[in-house]
């Protein structure tokens, strides 16, 4: 039921900052106990998580990424976004943002994505 779609703009320069949004359907990003995460794969490569804000708005971040990377919501709008700065062409990727529930103190499901935003670094 619920649904999440990214958006943001799709061209960024190197050192810039990248701003991406995603919206939230059908459910509440306050509600227990989820977790919505930003998720990206460069191309050729695996699945990389970024980070993410709980119910509660408590953040954490992957700690490659932690020293660029926000993440913030705005719960009026059912809404979070992720700024991600100092932008080069390493950071190229389709960006995903999706509901993770928690099944352990280390493992989450992600049971729902957004179609994902392709980001390409140029100048």
């Known amino acids: 039921q ?5 958006s943001g703009p799709g061209l960024v320069k190197p050192s810039q900052t990248l701003s991406l949004t995603c919206t939230v359907s059908g459910g509440s990003i306050t509600t227990s106990y989820y ?8 191309p050729g490569k695996g699945l990389e998580w ?3 804000i709980a119910y509660d708005g408590s953040t954490y ?9 926000s993440i913030s919501r705005d719960t009026s709008k059912n ?4 700024q991600l700065r ?6 190229e990727a389709v960006y995903y943002c999706a509901r993770g529930v928690t099944i ?4 989450t ?15």
């Open 109 to 123: 499901y992600f049971g729902s994505w957004g179609q994902g935003t392709q980001v390409t670094v140029c100048s």
């Open 61 to 69: 971040y992957s700690p490659s990424l932690k020293s660029r990377t």
């Open 104 to 107: 352990t103190t280390v493992r």
């Open 86 to 91: 100092y932008v080069t062409p390493g950071d």
């Open 2 to 6: 619920v649904q999440l779609q990214e």
């Open 50 to 52: 970024m980070g993410e």
């Open 35 to 42: 977790a919505w995460s930003w998720i990206r794969q460069p």
């Open 79 to 82: 809404q979070f976004c992720l």
